[in-house]
T-cell receptor, first 114, second 107 residues
């Protein structure tokens, strides 16, 4: 257990539905990252926050994706009007402010869009 | 072209064998990470390197900054080492990941 928790672990939804995932980082971490991973691939960067500010978004993050970190603690990732291509593992990671290099990953949320 | 390339993609070894996984990258980096991912998704950070060599138990990681290359070695491999090993580099404010090396160690 790395101390980063994600909820839910698994989500099955029908195409067109909205889904929301939550990530609770280690409490002292100021950086929080979201990644997407499909089978046989490494994680792909989606977005990251420093405290409550969303500093960078990948081109992969279409208008249907939105992420928030309202109080600089937990974060949510919402996907609107889900498509089958959104099926993937969504990983959250966070890092210490004095050691921004080391990432601690959550166990991920596996999304299946039917 | 991916910023991080790993080889081999898949590796099967007999218990006790010495294993090497390679990682090459094409961007300027501040650090390189070796990660281990078990079935079910959990990712654990094994090493963070910016130069030289690090050792932890049976695992050894090396990096050559000039050649933009790193290797992860596992000595006396064991079936519990079976996992996907991912190389990741930190460049600017992003991490770039390789596609991983799937290792299976057979008893």
């Amino acid at each position: 257990d790395t101390g980063v928790s994600q909820d839910p672990r698994h989500k099955i939804t029908k195409r067109g539905q909205n889904v929301t995932f939550r990530c609770d980082p280690i409490s002292e971490h100021n950086r929080l990252y979201w990644y997407r991973q499909t089978l046989g691939q490494g994680p792909e960067f989606l977005t990251y926050f420093q405290n409550e500010a969303q500093l960078e978004k990948s081109r992969l993050l279409s208008d249907r994706f939105s992420a928030e970190r309202p109080k600089g603690s937990f974060s949510t990732l919402e996907i609107q009007r889900t498509e089958q291509g959104d099926s993937a593992m969504y990983l959250c990671a966070s890092s210490f402010p004095w050691d921004n290099e080391k990432l601690f990953f959550g166990s991920g949320t596996q999304l299946s869009v039917l | 072209k991916n910023e991080v390339e790993q080889s081999p993609q898949n590796l099967t070894a007999q218990e006790g064998e010495f294993i090497t996984i390679n990682c090459s990258y094409s961007v300027g980096i501040s650090a390189l990470h070796w990660l281990q991912q078990h079935p079910g998704g959990g990712i654990v950070s094994l090493f963070m390197l910016s130069s030289g060599k690090k050792k932890h138990g049976r695992l050894i990681a090396t990096i050559n900054i000039q050649e933009k290359h790193s290797s992860l070695h596992i000595t006396a491999s064991h079936p519990r080492d079976s996992a996907v090993y991912i190389c990741a580099v930190r460049s600017s404010n992003q991490f770039y990941f390789g596609t991983g090396t799937s290792l299976t160690v057979i008893p």
